[in-house]
């Protein structure tokens, strides 16, 4: 008879760890009025290198199905696609971007003036996207 005095548990795999710029990126994206939005996106995208900006508006198109007449220097109706399309469906294009391009553009966003009193609150936040059949059921 043997007797195991050491057992292995299973090692868990580690979830990866959000970034700080992304999480209260994210946060604004689920909290802060489309106006708000929009008017952070347009100036953050104003900033971002052409090459990022047409990563976000490749993976907006390919993703939302919509923005085909847009070009990378339509900074407007790119910020509008981008708001309105994760608005409308959480995590459609945070989910899809590349690392580089979500901190890029996350960390803009987050570090506009505007973004300041909109983030208050994001520490209490689960970091959880709402169920977006679930915000469809609900009223307004």
Same mark, same amino acid.
């Given at each position: 008879m043997s007797i195991t005095l050491f057992r292995r548990r299973p090692v868990e795999p580690l979830a990866p760890v959000e970034r700080p710029d992304v999480r209260q990126y994210r946060y604004l994206l689920r909290t802060a009025d489309l106006a708000s939005l929009e008017t952070l996106h347009r100036e953050a995208i104003a900033t971002l290198d052409p090459? *990022?900006? &047409?990563? *976000?508006?490749?993976?907006?198109?390919?993703r939302l199905l919509s923005g085909r007449e847009l070009t990378v220097d339509d900074v407007a109706g790119l &910020?509008?696609?981008? &708001?309105?399309?994760?608005?409308?469906?959480?995590?459609i294009l945070v989910s899809a971007l590349t690392d580089a391009a979500l901190e890029r553009l996350a960390h803009r966003v987050i570090s506009r003036p505007a973004a300041l009193p909109l983030l208050e609150g994001h520490e209490d936040w689960d970091g959880l996207d709402p169920d977006p059949a679930l915000r469809r059921q609900l009223p307004g």
């Open positions: 090459l *990022i900006r &047409a990563h *976000i508006l490749r993976t907006a198109q390919d &910020a509008h696609l981008v &708001a309105a399309g994760e608005a409308r469906t959480p995590g």
